[in-house]
């Protein structure tokens, strides 16, 4: 369940919430998803339920719970061990700032979260990833769970990050693009 997608003919891909897509088109109008870049359409438009965009039945979209693989598409990236002594000693460098921006999208993040997502981190390696700029580190951090879960300090509902789709050739980075992506 979706509340934005973005127009087929748009080159830009820019997202339009719902409430905007049904005036401006109408609830027939399919949409992209801008992870997945699949058709999506609207459901509950003309009912009680709440309007939202949903994908296909069958879509493969890691935005859809039973298809969510936490930094299941890093595993086949291409690696070089020489980079991840730089990649770490960064980390550490800026490890107050990386927590911050990590908890700029979780709210209520726990330092024992933090520390988890860097357990995992250290498990995937994500240290070493080729093409990885430093600065999206903290983005891939956010992948490192299966969820954050509701928690008593300002987290209302579980949530989880997936990683804008590469292109279907293996080995390249989600960001190792002409364009960066937008998106996590």
Known sequence: MSSSAYHLNDPEKKLISIDEWVKKYSPNTVGGCRVCHEQMTIRGARSQQKTHFTHKPNSSCPTIVKNHRPYDV??????????ASFAKQWAIDNLESIHYKVKKYVPGLTWKEFHQLLTVANEVDIWSLKSLSHDYI???????????????YGRKYDCFFVLETSPTTGGVLWNDTTEGKKYI
Do not use: I
């Open 74 to 83: 890093l595993r086949d990236v291409e690696r070089d061990p020489t980079l």
């Open 138 to 152: 903290p983005y891939l951090l956010l992948t490192c769970t299966d969820k954050f879960e509701k928690n008593k």
